[in-house]
């Protein structure tokens, strides 16, 4: 487990074992092959290289023509084909990715397939496959993440009993049923901020909502330690208050709810449709754990965490970033003017 500037315990719940995932067609990840077709790239058990073929369903989707391989969702359907050696490499891919995220820290191997499929019974089973896939390679409990609780409920169905309890995620105050899974099979789950008709628009709303969700969860006899509270992360260009909303919330609720209860969230979502992510994200995260919260739901390999807990809060690569977050750099004029001018550019977290 990762620790903060001062020592305290960083819950990582990594992410990227998910279908919406992407890679640029053009990166080092993606071959093409002497017929024309695609294969993404990467390394077996013992580094002997490998690929595997992107399927048609990929190479003919919108996202593809427009560059982008959806390489989750390929390794997911490859392994549903059961033709092998294609369903060989699909498992192999995914494995390669826990593998990844295991070694950078992650505490929660993050699994989704909503995207695999609009049939539930297609969802059902790829959950189920790839809890087993992950499970046979991975020492960590994964994270059973789904918009549906029935394909949350087949991963429950098909883990290794002697493994830890997976981390459910997510319930809501419109997804009730997922604390009862929780309390029913002692799990740990994520319970967001979100309200009963969308999502928070302050603060206020975050720290009311989660509020009540806590209640939710208590009275079913869940613990606060069991708890993981998302308080919904989303983009300062959409909302330049959005960082500083998150910021606020998370020191209320650290100083309502007390230190056994987690509090989370989707913390890269901050920097989407904006450049230098990875000095945004960076930036963002060491912010959170400073405003109270002890966990989150990001990629441990493109966010090194011993980096981004002793990186210099003084740089100027730094300080444009917390401005930007904090909403003190309204909508980002200064940030940007930088980045344009190039001011940014060697910043080691922001490349």
């Not at 989370?264 to 109270?292: C, H, Q, W």
């Amino acid at each position: 487990m990762k620790t903060t500037r001062d020592g305290r315990p960083f819950v990582v719940i990594g992410e990227n074992i998910h279908a919406t995932r992407v890679v640029l067609r053009k990166g080092q990840r993606v071959a093409v092959l002497p017929d024309g077709g695609a294969a993404l790239v990467f390394a077996g058990p013992d580094g002997s290289p490998r690929r595997l073929v992107v399927p048609e369903a990929i190479r003919s989707s919108h996202e593809f023509g427009a560059g982008r391989a959806k390489h989750v969702k390929a390794a997911l359907l490859a392994m549903m084909a059961d033709r092998e050696p294609d369903a060989e490499a699909g498992r192999a891919y995914l494995a390669w990715m826990a593998s990844h995220q295991v070694a950078a820290g992650a505490d929660y191997l993050d699994l989704n397939v909503d995207e695999l499929s609009e049939r539930l019974e297609d969802q059902r089973a790829a959950m189920r496959r790839l809890v087993e896939v992950i499970e046979a390679v991975s020492p960590l409990p994964v994270s059973l993440d789904s918009s549906n609780t029935e394909i949350i409920r087949a991963g429950l169905e098909a883990r290794d009993r002697a493994w830890p309890a997976p981390l459910l995620n997510s319930a809501s105050l419109e997804r009730l049923d997922v604390l009862d899974l929780a309390a029913e099979h002692g799990c740990p789950v994520v319970v967001t901020a979100a309200g009963g008709t969308g999502l928070p628009a302050s603060a206020d709303e975050r720290v009311a909502n989660a509020m009540k969700i806590v209640q939710e969860a208590t009275a079913r006899g869940i613990p606060l330690e069991r708890l993981h509270v998302d308080v919904i992360v989303l983009p300062v260009a959409v909302d330049p208050q959005a960082g500083g909303y998150v910021l606020g919330a998370l020191r209320r609720l650290r100083a309502d709810l007390g230190p056994a209860v987690h509090l989370t969230g989707g913390l890269s979502n901050v920097s989407y449709g904006l450049p230098l992510r990875k000095l945004i994200n960076d930036t963002f995260i060491d912010l959170a754990a400073e405003a109270g919260a002890d966990s989150g739901i990001i990629d441990p390999v493109a966010s090194d965490l011993d980096r981004v807990f002793s990186q210099g809060r003084e740089t100027r690569a730094y300080r444009l970033a917390a401005n930007l977050l904090t909403g003190a750099d309204e909508y980002g004029m200064e940030f940007l003017t930088a980045y344009r001018a190039g001011e940014l550019g060697s910043a080691t977290s922001g490349s």
